[in-house]
C-alpha cells in the first residue's frame, strides 16, 4: 500500500530541466510528442538542445506543436530541431515507412520513448489490421516500432558507453493495483467484446513484458530498455473516461511535465546502468521498490521457477508484426 501512495503523491523530482544532462547531438523520437507528456518532453529536450522527432499522425497537430514549442522555448544549440514524422501507431503498415524515413535523414538514435498510448477507447475498438484497438496503440505498434529501429540503436550504441541508448515503454499505476495474478489474460485481448478498461490494464501489463524481453534481447549489446509509470497526470489519455471519473481523479493528478520529469528520469539517469534492463521505475523518476512477485514471476520463463507468461504474450506479438519487418 504504500508504494501505491508514494506513487499518488510522489517525492519532488531529482532530474528536471534544470539539471537535465546536455542532449545536445542526440536524437531523440518521442511517440504522442504533440500533447501531454509527450509534449512536456519534447519542449524540454528541444530547448535543451536536442535533436527532437515528433511521431504521430496528425501532421497538423504536429505541426502546431512544433510552433508552439519553438515560439516558447528557443534552442541555441547548433542542431537543435523539432521535426514531425509520421506514423499510425494503430496501423501497422505506416511504421515501417516512418523507419525508412527517419533513417534516411539521421545516422543515430539515443533515446526512443514509446510515449503514445490510448485508454478506454469505446468497445469494439478496433485497428485497420484488426487487433484490439488498445493492443495495437499500446503494445504492437511500439513493439513494431522498436524491432525496426533496433539497426540505427544498435549503431549508436557502439559509439557510446553501455545504457547511453536507451528504449523507455510507458506503464501505468494499474500495473501494480489492477493487473490480475500472473500479469494479464492475452485470451482477453482477442477478444473484441472485453471491457475496454481490462484491456487498458492487460496493454500495460503488455509494455513491461515487452520492455523485459528487448532488455534481454539487446542489453548485450549496451542498449537499455525500461518501462515507467509517468504518474497521474492531466492528459488527453483520460478523453474517453466518463465525466464522473474525470472528477474523481483530477484532484489527484498533476501537470503533465511531471509525467516528463519521470520519463527524463528513465532517459538519462546515471543512478541506471544495464543491469537494470527491465526496471520498472515510478514517478517521478525512482526504481519501484517491490513490484508484484506475481508479475517478476510471470517475466521468468519456467525453467527458471516462473510461469513463462510474458514469453508466450512477447511470442504472440512477434507472430503479429512479422508481416511487417521485412
Known sequence: ????????????????????????????????????????????????????????????????????????????????????????LDDLTTIKRAVQQFTSAESRLDILFNNAGISNPPRGSVSPQGH?????????????????????????????????????????????????????????????????????INTKVGNWFLAKALADQVGASGILSVVQNPGNLRTDIARHFSVILRCLVAPLA?????????????????????????????????FHPCPRDDLLRAMETKQQGGTGSADTFVQYCDDQIADYLA
Open 1 to 88: 500500500m504504500g508504494v501505491t501512495w508514494s506513487q499518488f503523491f510522489p517525492p519532488p523530482p531529482s532530474l528536471t530541466e534544470t539539471n537535465l544532462p546536455s542532449p545536445a547531438g542526440k536524437v531523440f523520437i518521442v511517440t504522442g510528442g504533440y500533447n501531454g507528456v509527450g509534449f512536456e518532453l519534447c519542449k524540454i529536450l528541444y530547448k535543451a538542445g536536442g535533436r527532437v522527432y515528433i511521431a504521430g499522425r496528425s501532421k497538423e497537430k504536429a505541426l502546431h506543436a512544433i510552433e508552439r514549442i519553438k515560439a516558447i522555448s528557443e534552442s541555441s544549440a547548433a542542431g537543435a530541431d523539432i521535426i514531425f514524422l509520421f506514423l499510425s
Open 132 to 200: 484490439d484497438l488498445q493492443l495495437a496503440t499500446n503494445c504492437l505498434g511500439p513493439h513494431l516500432l522498436t524491432q525496426l529501429l533496433l539497426p540505427i540503436l544498435l549503431h549508436t550504441a557502439k559509439s557510446i558507453p553501455p545504457a547511453g541508448v536507451r528504449v523507455i515503454w510507458t506503464g501505468s499505476l494499474v500495473v501494480d493495483i489492477s493487473a490480475p495474478v500472473g500479469g494479464m489474460e492475452i485470451s482477453e485481448l482477442l477478444r473484441k467484446e472485453t471491457d475496454p478498461a481490462r484491456n487498458y
Open 254 to 286: 498533476y501537470h503533465a511535465k511531471f509525467g516528463a520529469y519521470t520519463s527524463l528520469w528513465a532517459a538519462f539517469s546515471h543512478e541506471l546502468n544495464i543491469a537494470d534492463g527491465g526496471s520498472y521505475i515510478i514517478p517521478w523518476g525512482r
